[in-house]
């Protein structure tokens, strides 16, 4: 078959599946979990997977699931992800107990991701691709729910904060060589989808105050107020923001995760999470360092301590413009799309741990319509499902069939043309490293 018939076989197979696609990802928008907790998701995905052709893992990344296919060829091996996890707004009218929603667009991914396993794997035109295909359903993007995933690392269940971090480091990538992945957003009239993103990277703070307790009505003299220092870290950070340069991007978020015990003693133990966020690894430890000032400065003001516990969060993304060029082009030409539909550059200071695998490798990050409202936000609304559910599926179908056909010579030209900023090694020894040589526990 020539490539033109494979791709109309693939969309074929897509629309026939096109039920079970969107009742997939609307099964998982009824179920989120945070990262790392996704069971029930995993479930879902794991049971999709199981008519397909291919070697089916699960626990891939302590959850999360994949299936591989076409392994005894030597061309490249491409993987076309969707993330698991969900976001927490109890504000959104679909919210679960616990507030969890997926206002992120993830469920979304999952059913881009399984159409497209559907239309590359039950049609059978894997067979007749030069190089092997994965489709992962991996955990943990959203970098929320700091102390959860502390245990887990204190009960070595995993090592990073991260699902790609994670995956990366039991191997899951190590045979990989380009990675796609599609997520939603709301587009103004007339634009159908963002091609090329390029996102910031961000630190992680775990933040602890030690001061001294004491009556706050007769003996508040004899107290060290660790709130107090809290507060006066917080406007010390704010005091850094003209100190940061607008090409930067840099973005300084906080909470105070527990402000003390009793209205009526003063707080000796106050914590805080802090994300630092810059748009080059340069600027990101650059102010990672002025904000540990900051906070060192608070505590001494006051006489008391802090202890920073530091890691790396995500690193900054940048993607492959030739993986676009090749999407961008099924959108012309499978979906009718002019030049005026298309946004194609889109910077943002948001970040997505896709950005550690896109220092090492080739990847895709588009963004396509279908969804209205902010993300993260209760007025995100899946607004047109065909758009959001079926069309990236298809999309990211006839991209892997393009860069796997004729001896994959399109994914080879990608990856001969693509110069990593780390290989494998060098990204974990940087993530380790930093940690190594910047959790410290400052004494007055």
């Known amino acids: 078959m020539n490539k033109s018939e494979l791709k109309q076989l693939c969309i074929k197979t897509i629309d026939e599946n096109r039920d079970e696609i969107i009742r997939i990802g609307n099964e998982i928008y009824k179920n989120p979990e945070l990262g790392y907790k996704e069971f029930k998701s995993t479930e879902i995905v794991k049971k ?9 893992e699960t626990e891939i990344a302590y959850t ?22 969900s976001v927490v707004c109890a504000d959104h009218k679909d919210a679960n107990e616990l507030g969890n929603i997926h206002a992120c667009g993830h469920n ?6 399984i159409g497209a396993a559907f239309g590359i794997l039950k049609s059978g035109v894997f067979k007749h691709l030069d190089g092997s295909m994965e489709f992962i359903a991996i955990p943990a993007e959203e970098c929320v729910d700091y102390e959860y995933r502390a245990n887990l690392q204190k009960e070595n269940k995993i090592k990073y904060i991260g699902g790609k971090q994670e995956y990366l480091y039991r191997n899951g990538f190590d045979d990989t060589d380009i990675v796609l992945q599609c997520h939603m957003i709301g587009l103004e009239e007339g634009k159908e989808c963002i091609i090329n993103t390029d996102t ?3 630190m992680t703070k775990m933040v602890t105050f030690y001061g001294k307790s004491s009556h706050a009505g007769f003996a508040p003299h004899e107290g060290v ?26 973005r300084v978020s906080m909470v105070i995760s527990n402000g003390g015990d009793l209205v009526n003693v003063v707080p000796s133990k106050v914590t805080m999470e802090i994300m630092v966020r810059a748009f080059s ?21 006051l006489g008391g301590n802090v202890e920073i516990k530091d890691s790396i969060g995500y690193l900054p993304m940048k993607t492959d413009r030739n993986l676009g060029d090749i999407y961008k082009q099924n959108m012309m030409e499978y979906a009718n799309l002019t030049e005026d539909n298309f ?27 279908g969804v209205t409202g902010g993300l993260h936000t209760e007025e995100y609304n899946m607004e047109d499902e065909e758009k959001a559910y079926i069309l990236p599926a298809k ?3 006839l991209s892997l069939i393009d860069l796997l056909y004729d001896d994959a010579s399109q994914a080879k030209d990608i990856i001969g043309k693509f110069d990593p900023f780390f290989t494998k090694e060098q990204y974990l020894n940087f993530l380790d490293d930093y940690v190594a040589t910047h959790n410290f526990n400052y004494m007055e």
């Open 200 to 202: 910031n990277g961000f």
């Open 64 to 85: 999360g699931c994949k299936i591989v296919a076409n392994e005894e060829k030597s061309g490249p091996r491409v993987a076309i992800i969707g993330e698991l996890d």
């Open 48 to 56: 999709a997977m199981e008519n397909l052709e291919g070697r089916l």
């Open 281 to 301: 690894i340069d600027a990101m430890t650059d102010a990672n360092k002025k904000v540990n000032r900051a906070l060192q400065a608070a505590a001494l003001t």
């Open 108 to 113: 979304v991914q999952i059913a881009n991701m």
């Open 225 to 250: 107020n660790a709130l107090n220092m809290a507060e006066l870290a917080m406007n010390n950070i704010h005091a850094q923001r003209e100190t940061f340069r607008d090409e930067d991007k840099v």
């Open 395 to 397: 999309m990211l179908a």
């Open 343 to 369: 946004i194609m550059d889109y910077q943002t200071a948001g970040s997505t741990d896709l950005g550690d695998i896109s220092q090492i490798m080739p990847c895709l990050h588009v963004w396509s319509n």
